[in-house]
């Protein structure tokens, strides 16, 4: 599968499933939390040896600041204590390190880490791993909207620039391409608030699997899924094969 021609160029992730892994086990979901590492370090190893240019996990969003405020304290610390463990090896690794989302949000410590590990990583060559945090996709495209409203406001566009191209480049993902595969754990059949615009024409994997249980092997069989699908873009196989 190593280096395979048609391996997705960007896989997006959302890992869920962590409270419902603890509280199977009794244990308070800060330990699903905690489990899940293993899981982002696994997969975040995987991508990089297939040669995944993007991965895009999504770690935190908009709506969990309405959780509990011990557990979202208990995660940011979390955030902090991995980012301490990890950055270090990311970076030998040559990954770059990315954040998307309202970092702003994020308490002070939390939010210098990440921006420390991006400056840190920037020059890396190799898997831009991306966090999204406090992040919600109805946000990020009502800010790209209001970005081009204010630009045609201002005369420097005009309505007739805007199309499909514009509105990706105001996103928080400018420069990253769409994800080519969008992978779901816990069995749940929707899309959180996540990469709406971005996922027009991803593949979708979807498991039963929790996150803190989902591994490298589950990661390979998705992307072993991915390489059996036949991606048309509205052409037909025919057009395709021709």
Same mark, same amino acid.
Not at 74 to 89: D, G, N, P, R, Y
């Given at each position: 599968?190593?280096?395979?021609?048609?391996?997705?160029?960007?896989?997006?992730?959302?890992? +869920?499933?962590?409270?419902?892994?603890?509280?199977? *086990?009794?244990?308070? /979901?800060?330990?699903?939390?905690? #489990?899940? @590492?293993?899981?982002?370090?696994?997969?975040? $190893?995987?991508?990089?040896?297939?040669? @995944? &240019?993007?991965?895009?996990?999504?770690?935190?969003?908009?709506?969990?600041?309405?959780?509990? #405020?011990? $557990?979202?304290?208990?995660?940011?610390?979390?955030?902090?204590?991995?980012?301490?463990? $990890?950055?270090?090896? !990311?970076? /030998?690794?040559?990954?770059?390190?990315?954040?998307?989302?309202?970092? +702003? +949000?994020?308490?002070? $410590?939390?939010?210098?880490?990440?921006?420390?590990?991006? #400056?840190?990583?920037?020059?890396?060559?190799?898997?831009?791993?991306? !966090?999204?945090?406090?992040?919600?996709? =109805?946000?990020?495209?009502?800010?790209?909207?209001?970005?081009?409203?204010?630009?045609?406001?201002?005369?420097?566009?005009?309505?007739?620039?805007?199309?499909?191209?514009?509105?990706?480049? /105001?996103?928080?993902?400018?420069?990253?391409? +769409?994800?080519?595969?969008?992978?779901?754990?816990?069995?749940?059949? =929707?899309?959180?608030?996540?990469?709406?615009?971005?996922?027009?024409?991803?593949?979708?994997?979807?498991?039963?699997? !929790?996150?803190?249980?989902? *591994?490298?092997?589950?990661?390979?069989? &998705?992307?072993?899924?991915?390489?059996?699908?036949? *991606?048309?873009?509205?052409?037909?196989?025919?057009?395709?094969?021709?």
């Amino acid at each position: 599968m190593k280096k395979h021609p048609r391996l997705p160029c960007h896989v997006a992730v959302i890992m +869920d499933g962590n409270g419902r892994w603890a509280k199977k *086990r009794n244990l308070p /979901r800060i330990s699903g939390h905690m #489990e899940g @590492i293993h899981s982002v370090q696994d997969v975040v $190893e995987a991508s990089g040896e297939l040669g @995944i &240019a993007y991965l895009t996990l999504y770690t935190f969003s908009k709506e969990n600041w309405n959780r509990p #405020e011990s $557990e979202v304290s208990a995660l940011m610390s979390l955030l902090v204590k991995t980012f301490h463990e $990890e950055i270090s090896e !990311l970076d /030998r690794n040559n990954v770059r390190f990315n954040v998307i989302g309202c970092i +702003d +949000d994020l308490p002070e $410590e939390t939010r210098n880490k990440m921006l420390q590990g991006i #400056e840190q990583t920037k020059e890396n060559t190799g898997l831009t791993l991306t !966090l999204a945090l406090s992040y919600g996709s =109805r946000i990020e495209i009502t800010e790209a909207v209001k970005s081009i409203c204010r630009d045609v406001a201002k005369g420097s566009l005009s309505p007739d620039d805007v199309n499909e191209a514009l509105i990706s480049s /105001r996103l928080y993902t400018a420069d990253i391409p +769409d994800p080519d595969l969008l992978i779901r754990t816990s069995g749940e059949l =929707r899309i959180s608030n996540f990469l709406l615009w971005q996922i027009a024409y991803s593949e979708f994997y979807v498991t039963p699997k !929790l996150w803190p249980d989902f *591994r490298k092997k589950d990661y390979l069989e &998705a992307i072993n899924s991915y390489l059996n699908r036949e *991606r048309r873009f509205g052409k037909v196989s025919e057009q395709l094969n021709s």
